[in-house]
């Protein structure tokens, strides 16, 4: 089981990153994928959700309307669309499959099958 974020970097406020996390080794199309970041210093955060079919998608009211979450199942592809980056958005990003039955906006390292290693986006002018 293996999930790679990849598509993090330096951005100005205002700007756009898309991230992606490239899925292998498990049913991709059958699992809820979640982004979940965490900046310096502070615990995890949860920001987006989407359902195994990608129709139906969730979002924490921090990012709600800048974000996108979207999925290419045929790719085995989870993607984030970031726009209007701020300077709070800096945090390393983390791609995770769901456990089934468990909370979405959950951060709870049990509740997740697997993680990958993180891309960090950093927003700075």
């Known amino acids: 089981v293996q999930l790679v974020e990849s598509g993090g970097g330096m951005v100005q406020p205002g700007g756009s990153l898309r991230l992606s996390c490239a899925a292998s080794?498990?049913?991709?199309?059958?699992?809820?994928m979640s982004w979940v970041r965490q900046a310096p210093g502070k615990g995890p955060e949860w920001v987006s959700d989407?359902?195994?079919?990608?129709?139906?998608?969730y979002y924490a009211d921090s990012v709600k309307g800048r974000f996108t979450i979207s999925r290419d199942n045929a790719k085995n592809t989870l993607y984030l669309q970031m726009n209007s980056l701020k300077p709070e958005d800096t945090a390393l990003y983390y791609c995770?499959?769901?456990?089934?039955?468990?909370?979405?906006?959950?951060?709870?390292?049990?509740?997740?099958?697997?993680w990958g290693q993180g891309t960090q986006v950093t927003v700075s002018s």
């Open positions: 080794g498990f049913t991709f199309s059958s699992y809820h």
């Open positions: 989407i359902n195994p079919g990608g129709g139906s998608t």
């Open positions: 995770a499959s769901l456990k089934p039955g468990v909370l979405i906006t959950t951060t709870d390292l049990k509740d997740f099958d697997s």
